[in-house]
């Protein structure tokens, strides 16, 4: 029997890759010595409330990588995506039943004094941090993508 695809990615994830696009807004300060913004995600997030972690969002069929980037980060910032670079991809596979999710991960420069939270029902506060001294507890998937943005920054 033939089944329609949800229309949620994260349920699409649990039967077949599904495509995200994660992004580290960052100050534009120069490489090695800005800051990067974080967002604390709250009740209403689909996974790890209370984490701290970069934004990312599906990617649209017919939508290129950069319009999901500068999509997500108007939704979930309310910030205009300045600079967007490609700076990795990611193959990540999470949980029992697993969820399969290819993250193409870019590095945004936006505008800290445009930012503000977007999706209050899935953030619950923003902050930007240095990297030497990043907030806790961190969604499980931070530390790998940050090691992608701390690469691009060398």
Same mark, same amino acid.
């Given at each position: 029997?033939?089944? =329609?695809?949800?229309?949620?990615?994260?349920?699409?994830?649990?039967? =077949? *890759?599904?495509?995200?696009?994660?992004? +580290?807004?960052?100050?534009?300060?120069?490489?090695?010595?800005?800051? +990067?913004?974080?967002?604390?995600?709250?009740?209403?997030?689909?996974?790890?409330?209370?984490? !701290?972690?970069?934004?990312?969002?599906?990617?649209?069929?017919?939508?290129?990588?950069?319009?999901?980037?500068?999509?997500?980060?108007?939704?979930?910032?309310?910030?205009?995506?300045?600079? /967007?670079?490609? /700076?990795?991809?990611?193959? /990540?596979?999470?949980?029992?039943?697993?969820?399969? !999710?290819?993250? +193409?991960?870019?590095? +945004?420069?936006?505008? *800290?004094?445009?930012?503000? /939270?977007?999706? *209050?029902?899935?953030?619950?506060?923003?902050?930007?941090?240095?990297?030497?001294?990043?907030?806790?507890?961190?969604?499980?998937?931070?530390?790998?993508?940050?090691?992608?943005?701390?690469? !691009?920054?060398?």
């Amino acid at each position: 029997m033939d089944h =329609a695809p949800s229309a949620r990615p994260g349920d699409r994830a649990l039967t =077949a *890759p599904t495509v995200s696009c994660v992004f +580290v807004c960052h100050d534009g300060q120069g490489r090695g010595a800005g800051r +990067v913004l974080l967002a604390r995600r709250g009740a209403g997030a689909r996974d790890e409330p209370g984490t !701290w972690d970069t934004g990312a969002g599906a990617l649209e069929h017919g939508e290129s990588f950069e319009a999901a980037v500068a999509r997500e980060v108007r939704e979930e910032y309310t910030a205009r995506a300045l600079a /967007i670079e490609t /700076i990795g991809v990611r193959n /990540i596979l999470r949980g029992d039943p697993v969820s399969h !999710w290819v993250a +193409v991960v870019c590095a +945004v420069e936006v505008d *800290p004094s445009r930012v503000t /939270i977007g999706e *209050p029902h899935k953030f619950d506060a923003l902050g930007w941090f240095t990297l030497d001294d990043l907030p806790a507890p961190r969604h499980s998937q931070l530390e790998e993508t940050l090691a992608l943005f701390r690469t !691009w920054q060398t």
